[in-house]
Each structure stands twice: as C-alpha cells, then as structure tokens.
C-alpha cells in the first residue's frame, strides 16, 4: 500500500464507525476527512464523490471509491488488504 486511504465521514455516524473498525482492525493507517453533520454543506464531497452521503472510502492505490455503502467497503477492505 504505497499511497495512504481516505475516509470522508463524521464522528456519530453509526455506517462509518463500521468502516473505520475495520481499517483500524486491519491496522491500515488513512486519513480522515470529517464532514458537515449538515448534508448541505457537504459541498467538497459532493465535488468528490457526485453524492452527500458517507462514509465514502477512497483508495488512491486501486482508484477505488466506494460511497454510502459500509457494507461494500468492509468487504473492499477485507478483500483486498485481509491478508497484510
Ligand atoms: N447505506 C449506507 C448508509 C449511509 C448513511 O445513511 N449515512 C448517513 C450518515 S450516518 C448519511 O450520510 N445521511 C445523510 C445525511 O447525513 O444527511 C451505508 O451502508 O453506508
């Protein structure tokens, strides 16, 4: 992994604790953008990601970004760097 991840979220969302227990479980070290607990002024993710919601996960290694689905990012996350 030569290039850090990027998690767009807030701190009280229950979708993106999900995800950050699992790059904290797979002991990936990313940066965190932390957004607006207002959806309209998430005006920087929607830029990004063309939606308001998170978490959205950006990996900059694969130019994956996975947005408002933690399901789908745990499963990224666990296929892709389960077995560092
Ligand atoms: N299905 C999505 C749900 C994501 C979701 O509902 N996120 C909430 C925050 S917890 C959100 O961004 N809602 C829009 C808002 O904050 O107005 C997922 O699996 O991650």
Do not use: W
């Not at 998690?7 to 002991?27: A, I, N, S």
């Not at 408002?68 to 892709?80: C, M, S």
């Amino acid at each position: 992994m030569e290039k850090m991840l990027e998690l767009y979220q807030f701190e009280e969302c229950p979708y993106c604790k999900v995800v950050r227990t699992k790059l904290t479980d797979l002991g990936i070290s990313y940066i965190i953008h932390n957004v607006s607990r207002e959806q309209e002024e998430r005006t920087d993710l929607e830029k990004i990601s063309e939606q308001k919601f998170v978490p959205v996960l950006v990996d900059p290694n694969t130019d994956m970004m996975i947005s408002d689905d933690d399901e789908k990012a745990v499963k990224y996350l666990e296929e892709t760097y389960g077995a560092e």
